[in-house]
Every structure is written in structure tokens, then in C-alpha cells.
């Protein structure tokens, strides 16, 4: 009787692809690729990730409603919740003032504080040549630093530059920033914080980065920027939020969120 191989389940190809799991993401879950792992784990429940993530979904936001865009968008979200609810007016009696939060706001109440000041004029003049938009938040009962980047503004060109940029032979977009401009203001702005009176709890910051969209990659990117011989700078997680396909790095621990 000849000999007959055991036989194997057929593998669709996409399954070697390193975000494969997320293709099975149902929105109530969230998928995780662990340190120096090559592919996404399975997806798992997201309630348990979502206690400790949701920080990292506001501060993501955060970064999205300083510019013209998102304050059009979330003026439209205004209308639209007082429409629904035939809201004449913002201070109208009985609107729900918890559908429509600042950012801010929640993100204070929860003893979060944006560096002020950071990035500076000057800074913000060269990644606004990009349209780069980053913001870095800590919060020091835990002693976390995050550093959050701003996704696509769909009417926004260089935003699409940057998303096709695995396409464009030449160019000089948001990645670029984060690596020669952002990375290195950054380190220096860290140093100086670093080095006030009251500055030594830096010293002993866990780094994370954030984003949604674009930012997802800038996010990661911006892990890969620090040198390896910055001490106390390494970037132990990135948070990602709808990343968009361009976003394929594998060296951080990454939580691919929502």
C-alpha cells in the first residue's frame, strides 16, 4: 500500500501577511503583535484593552482637533447632535453636555497635561511645511510620556502624500519630519525638561507613542527615530488606532486598537 502523506490544512496566502489576524477583527476586539513578534496575535477581547488604552484614543484625538479641519468637523458634530435632538441653542436646556466632550477636558479631569510650549513656534513652522501636527502629553501619577501625531485630514494633500509615499520614488513628507526634524526636538526638548527642578521624574518615564490613521505609522516611525544610545528614551509601545496599510513596522510592541 503506497505511502500517503498526512495531509494539511490549505493556507490562504494573505494568512503570511504580518496583519492578517486584523482582517478577523471584529470591532469589539482588538488585535496585539507582541515584542520582536512578526505577525499580529489573534484577535482578542477589546474590553480588557480598552480600560488601559482609551487614554491613547483621546490624546490621538487630541491631536486632530488643533487644526482648521478638525474644528470644522467637530462644529459639524455639534450640529448634527443638536439637530437630532431639536437643540436650538448650545446652552439649550437639557442637552447632554457628556455627548459631545472636549478632549481636553476629559483628558485634564483624568490628571493628563499637554507639554506647553512644545513644539514651539519655530518648530511648528518647520512640520507645518507637512502638515506634521504632534503633541506630547504626560501624565505623572503614573509616570507615562506619550508623544501623539495626528492622522489624515481627508482634504488635505500632503496628508495623501504621506499615506502614498511606499509609491513616490522622491519625496519629502511627514515621515521625513519625524526622523530629521521632530525626533531630534524632541530628545532636546526631553533633556531640558529633564533638567529642571522639578524635571527628574522624566528619568523615569515609560515612552509610548500614539496616532490614528497616518499617525499610526508617524507613531512608529517616530519609535524608530530615537538613536539607540539616547538614555531613557525608548518607546515601549505604540498604540494604534485604524492604522492605515502603510503602517507595517515590527521592532515595537504594538496594540492595533478599534
Same mark, same amino acid.
Given at each position: 500500500?503506497?505511502?500517503?502523506?498526512?495531509?494539511?490544512?490549505?493556507?490562504?496566502?494573505?494568512?503570511?501577511?504580518?496583519?492578517? &489576524?486584523?482582517?478577523?477583527?471584529?470591532?469589539?476586539?482588538?488585535?496585539?503583535?507582541?515584542?520582536?513578534?512578526?505577525?499580529?496575535?489573534?484577535?482578542?477581547?477589546?474590553? &480588557?484593552?480598552?480600560?488601559?488604552?482609551?487614554?491613547?484614543?483621546?490624546?490621538?484625538?487630541?491631536?486632530?482637533? =488643533?487644526?482648521?479641519?478638525?474644528?470644522?468637523?467637530?462644529?459639524?458634530?455639534?450640529?448634527?447632535? =443638536?439637530?437630532?435632538?431639536?437643540?436650538?441653542?448650545?446652552?439649550?436646556?437639557?442637552?447632554?453636555?457628556?455627548?459631545?466632550?472636549?478632549?481636553?477636558?476629559?483628558?485634564?479631569?483624568?490628571?493628563? =497635561?499637554?507639554?506647553?510650549?512644545?513644539?514651539?513656534?519655530?518648530?511648528?513652522?518647520?512640520?507645518?511645511?507637512?502638515?506634521?501636527?504632534?503633541?506630547?502629553?504626560?501624565?505623572?501619577?503614573?509616570?507615562?510620556?506619550?508623544?501623539?501625531?495626528?492622522?489624515?485630514?481627508?482634504?488635505?494633500?500632503?496628508?495623501?502624500?504621506?499615506?502614498? =509615499?511606499?509609491?513616490?520614488?522622491?519625496?519629502?513628507?511627514?515621515?521625513?519630519?519625524?526622523?530629521?526634524?521632530?525626533?531630534?526636538?524632541?530628545?532636546?526638548?526631553?533633556?531640558?525638561?529633564?533638567?529642571?527642578?522639578?524635571?527628574?521624574?522624566?528619568?523615569?518615564?515609560?515612552?509610548?507613542?500614539?496616532?490614528?490613521?497616518?499617525?499610526?505609522?508617524?507613531?512608529?516611525?517616530?519609535?524608530?527615530?530615537?538613536?539607540?544610545?539616547?538614555?531613557?528614551?525608548?518607546?515601549?509601545?505604540?498604540?494604534?488606532?485604524?492604522?492605515?496599510?502603510?503602517?507595517?513596522?515590527?521592532?515595537?510592541?504594538?496594540?492595533?486598537?478599534?
Amino acid at each position: 500500500m503506497p505511502f500517503k502523506p498526512e495531509s494539511r490544512p490549505k493556507k490562504s496566502y494573505l494568512s503570511w501577511l504580518p496583519s492578517w &489576524p486584523a482582517f478577523r477583527q471584529k470591532p469589539n476586539e482588538v488585535v496585539i503583535r507582541q515584542l520582536g513578534a512578526l505577525q499580529y496575535g489573534p484577535p482578542v477581547p477589546a474590553g &480588557p484593552e480598552a480600560q488601559q488604552c482609551w487614554p491613547f484614543a483621546w490624546i490621538s484625538q487630541a491631536a486632530y482637533q =488643533r487644526t482648521k479641519a478638525g474644528s470644522a468637523r467637530r462644529a459639524l458634530s455639534v450640529l448634527k447632535f =443638536r439637530r437630532d435632538r431639536g437643540i436650538a441653542s448650545a446652552n439649550a436646556a437639557g442637552a447632554d453636555t457628556t455627548a459631545l466632550p472636549n478632549v481636553d477636558a476629559v483628558l485634564r479631569s483624568a490628571d493628563w =497635561r499637554r507639554w506647553s510650549g512644545f513644539p514651539d513656534d519655530g518648530l511648528l513652522m518647520q512640520i507645518n511645511a507637512t502638515h506634521l501636527r504632534v503633541e506630547v502629553w504626560e501624565h505623572r501619577p503614573s509616570r507615562l510620556l506619550v508623544v501623539a501625531f495626528g492622522g489624515t485630514v481627508f482634504t488635505n494633500i500632503k496628508d495623501w502624500i504621506s499615506d502614498l =509615499r511606499w509609491f513616490i520614488p522622491y519625496h519629502h513628507d511627514q515621515y521625513t519630519d519625524v526622523v530629521k526634524i521632530f525626533a531630534p526636538a524632541f530628545i532636546a526638548e526631553y533633556e531640558r525638561r529633564a533638567a529642571l527642578p522639578d524635571g527628574d521624574y522624566l528619568l523615569n518615564v515609560r515612552l509610548l507613542s500614539s496616532g490614528h490613521s497616518l499617525g499610526v505609522g508617524l507613531a512608529q516611525q517616530f519609535a524608530y527615530a530615537l538613536p539607540a544610545n539616547t538614555e531613557h528614551l525608548r518607546v515601549q509601545k505604540v498604540y494604534a488606532f485604524d492604522p492605515s496599510p502603510g503602517s507595517g513596522q515590527q521592532r515595537c510592541r504594538v496594540k492595533s486598537c478599534c
